[in-house]
């Protein structure tokens, strides 16, 4: 983008003048300037600067200052910055190459085969509000790196081995039969909707019938949620397919030529001799009764996706498996070339808020908010927005009545209503017969402050999309909007759009306001919410 190019000029222009390059520049970057800055960006490397070159910062902000004047009008000031001015045509140039889908591609990210695996409930119950949580971080994710360039493939991985699928079929053959689940099964009610729907015959079923059938129906109602909530998977993975393929066998096998497998009290460790001085059960590959652990077919499942060529790793989980983090990365580190391929981001929880009470949840007890309930209460946007609009490693309280609001007191209609109130402008134009994608002549069009602060935040949006990546969390691109928005409400207020005694003013607003118009939806989109024309 225009942005990123300019930044990219300056850059050099930098490195040329004080004979630096690499890493002595890594700090350069055009940043936005506070409120109170008559500037349209700032430069802060300065001051980073100063112990390297052993000069002043505002000596060298100075001499910076005169190396960029060729691009753009820059001064310096105390304590050690650059403000920059941009040129108007560089401002509509920028505007206009937003309407390319490609404006934002990184020669950094197109390099990336980014494999994004998130969610991944326990096919045990219905989807709830961490997974909801969870959904829209790496929903938004995906879409925030696809639109950088990477190529992101997206997956849910099922556990449909092991214990916990067993006891969810026992749960369900109890409750065919009439007879409460058996201790630490699972209570909720959505077992007794399923086991009133099953066929007679189900009383000569198996044990691992009545799983795989819990197993096929809950994974449809997952399927279900996750299409209602606007996620698209390209991959559902089952772990059975894993065990199939003897990915297990495989991965310990690879351990072993590692030389980071050991065998200690019949049972098969992760780990040199050293780590396991001090460790616990938590290490453990196969257990001394010759049955795998979680831990080994994670390793396996990981190794696969290595295998299908992808550079990049990134697991999305809930807070309860915080601790098991360190030692997935260090056993993923060593199969697939080095930590930095795998990387693991942690959601916390989330609580809902009716009125002033919190509600209390317990997903095993079946006292919980099933996250279709709240779908259904407040719509996808909301849900995607207000998850979307804290970082995932702070907790978070879901406001269901604020969340419900048709006011500019609930963010996402704030932002959304933002779209429609220009596709109503539009609108209006074309009745009064205004041609709204009339050409103008902008060599002729004096920019004032408050279209400038509009046209400027519009370039901002490549900024707020790479701290999403950067922070792997769209909260940036949330409270980008919100402002965005703002800008918005103060522009129109204070300034007459379409103006028929005016024509080259109306043909500039309309194309400024179509350019907001199109970085509201396509933020949005990032989101997956919505940008409605009409509200």
Same mark, same amino acid.
């Given at each position: 983008?225009?942005?990123?190019?300019?930044?990219?000029? !300056?850059?050099?222009?930098?490195?040329?003048?004080?004979?630096?390059? /690499?890493?002595?520049?890594?700090?350069?970057?055009?940043?936005?300037?506070?409120?109170?800055?008559?500037?349209?960006?700032?430069?802060?490397?300065?001051?980073?600067?100063?112990?390297?070159?052993?000069?002043?910062? !505002?000596? @060298?902000?100075?001499?910076?200052?005169?190396?960029?004047?060729?691009?753009?009008?820059?001064?310096?000031?105390?304590?050690?910055?650059?403000?920059?001015?941009?040129?108007?045509?560089?401002?509509?140039?920028?505007?206009?190459? !937003?309407?390319?889908?490609?404006?934002?591609?990184?020669?950094?990210?197109?390099?990336?085969?980014?494999?994004?695996?998130?969610?991944?409930?326990?096919?045990?119950?219905?989807?709830?509000?961490?997974?909801?949580?969870?959904?829209?971080?790496?929903?938004?994710?995906?879409?925030?790196?696809?639109?950088?360039?990477?190529?992101?493939?997206?997956? +849910?991985?099922?556990?449909?081995?092991?214990?916990?699928?067993?006891?969810?079929?026992?749960?369900?053959?109890?409750?065919?039969? /009439?007879?409460?689940?058996?201790?630490?099964?699972?209570?909720?009610?959505?077992?007794?909707?399923?086991?009133?729907?099953?066929?007679?015959?189900?009383?000569?079923?198996?044990?691992?019938?009545?799983?795989?059938?819990?197993?096929?129906?809950?994974?449809?109602?997952?399927?279900?949620?996750?299409?209602?909530?606007?996620?698209?998977?390209?991959?559902?993975?089952?772990?059975?397919?894993? &065990?199939?393929?003897?990915?297990?066998?495989?991965?310990?096998?690879?351990?072993?030529?590692?030389?980071?497998?050991?065998?200690?009290?019949?049972?098969?460790?992760?780990?040199?001799?050293?780590?396991?001085?001090?460790?616990?059960?938590?290490?453990?590959?196969?257990?001394?009764?010759?049955?795998?652990?979680? +831990?080994?077919?994670?390793?396996?499942?990981?190794?696969?996706?290595?295998?299908?060529?992808?550079?990049?790793?990134?697991?999305?989980?809930?807070?309860?498996? &915080?601790?098991?983090?360190?030692?997935?990365?260090?056993?993923?580190?060593?199969?697939?070339?080095?930590?930095?391929?795998?990387?693991?981001?942690?959601?916390?929880?989330?609580?809902?808020?009716?009125?002033?009470?919190?509600?209390?949840?317990?997903?095993?007890?079946?006292?919980?908010?099933?996250?279709?309930?709240?779908?259904?209460?407040?719509?996808?946007?909301?849900?995607?927005?207000?998850?979307?609009?804290?970082?995932?490693?702070?907790?978070?309280?879901?406001?269901?009545?604020?969340?419900?609001?048709?006011?500019?007191?609930?963010?996402?209609?704030?932002?959304?209503?933002? &779209?429609?109130? @220009?596709?109503? @402008?539009?609108?209006?134009?074309?009745?009064?017969?205004?041609?709204?994608?009339?050409?103008?002549?902008?060599?002729?069009?004096?920019?004032?402050?408050?279209?400038?602060?509009?046209? !400027?935040?519009?370039?901002?949006?490549?900024?707020?999309?790479?701290?999403?990546?950067?922070?792997?969390?769209?909260?940036?691109?949330?409270?980008?909007?919100?402002?965005?928005?703002? /800008?918005? &409400?103060?522009?129109?207020?204070?300034?007459?759009?379409?103006?028929?005694?005016?024509?080259?003013?109306?043909?500039?607003?309309?194309?400024?306001?179509?350019?907001?118009?199109?970085? @509201?939806?396509?933020?949005?989109?990032?989101?997956?919410?919505?940008?409605?024309?009409?509200?």
């Amino acid at each position: 983008m225009k942005l990123s190019i300019l930044e990219a000029g !300056l850059k050099s222009r930098a490195a040329a003048a004080f004979s630096l390059e /690499g890493e002595a520049l890594s700090s350069f970057h055009l940043a936005a300037p506070p409120p109170h800055i008559d500037s349209d960006a700032s430069i802060a490397w300065p001051i980073a600067g100063a112990k390297l070159l052993k000069k002043p910062p !505002l000596k @060298i902000a100075e001499e910076l200052a005169a190396a960029l004047a060729a691009e753009c009008s820059a001064q310096a000031v105390p304590p050690g910055f650059v403000n920059v001015k941009f040129r108007d045509a560089f401002l509509f140039e920028a505007l206009k190459e !937003l309407e390319d889908p490609a404006c934002f591609e990184r020669p950094e990210y197109k390099a990336e085969k980014i494999n994004l695996e998130f969610v991944s409930a326990n096919p045990t119950g219905p989807m709830h509000l961490a997974s909801g949580r969870g959904a829209t971080l790496g929903d938004s994710l995906a879409r925030i790196y696809r639109a950088l360039g990477a190529a992101v493939s997206t997956e +849910f991985y099922v556990n449909n081995v092991g214990k916990q699928v067993e006891l969810l079929g026992a749960s369900l053959k109890a409750r065919f039969k /009439g007879d409460e689940p058996p201790e630490n099964g699972y209570q909720g009610g959505y077992l007794k909707d399923m086991a009133a729907a099953l066929p007679e015959d189900a009383a000569g079923w198996t044990d691992a019938r009545f799983s795989e059938y819990a197993v096929t129906e809950m994974l449809k109602l997952h399927r279900a949620d996750m299409k209602a909530f606007g996620v698209e998977f390209d991959r559902w993975f089952l772990e059975s397919e894993l &065990h199939v393929a003897g990915g297990p066998a495989k991965a310990l096998a690879a351990l072993k030529e590692r030389g980071m497998v050991l065998e200690k009290d019949g049972a098969v460790w992760f780990g040199a001799a050293t780590e396991l001085e001090s460790d616990d059960k938590d290490r453990v590959l196969v257990k001394a009764d010759g049955r795998n652990t979680y +831990f080994l077919n994670d390793i396996a499942y990981h190794l696969d996706k290595f295998s299908r060529g992808f550079t990049r790793l990134i697991d999305i989980w809930g807070a309860d498996h &915080h601790g098991y983090v360190p030692r997935m990365e260090a056993a993923v580190g060593v199969l697939g070339g080095g930590r930095g391929k795998f990387k693991v981001l942690i959601h916390q929880q989330v609580a809902l808020k009716r009125g002033e009470e919190l509600v209390k949840m317990s997903k095993r007890a079946g006292d919980f908010i099933p996250l279709k309930e709240l779908v259904d209460e407040v719509g996808a946007d909301a849900c995607r927005f207000f998850f979307a609009a804290r970082g995932p490693h702070t907790h978070l309280t879901f406001d269901v009545d604020l969340a419900k609001k048709k006011s500019n007191d609930n963010p996402v209609f704030y932002v959304q209503y933002v &779209h429609a109130r @220009i596709a109503s @402008i539009f609108a209006n134009a074309a009745e009064k017969g205004v041609d709204p994608a009339a050409g103008f002549d902008q060599a002729g069009i004096v920019i004032n402050a408050d279209e400038r602060a509009l046209m !400027l935040k519009l370039l901002w949006l490549e900024k707020a999309l790479l701290d999403c990546a950067r922070d792997s969390s769209p909260h940036h691109l949330t409270t980008y909007l919100t402002e965005l928005a703002a /800008g918005f &409400h103060s522009f129109y207020d204070r300034n007459k759009v379409l103006d028929p005694q005016n024509k080259e003013t109306t043909a500039y607003r309309l194309f400024l306001l179509k350019a907001v118009q199109r970085v @509201i939806a396509r933020g949005l989109g990032f989101l997956g919410v919505s940008a409605p024309e009409r509200m």
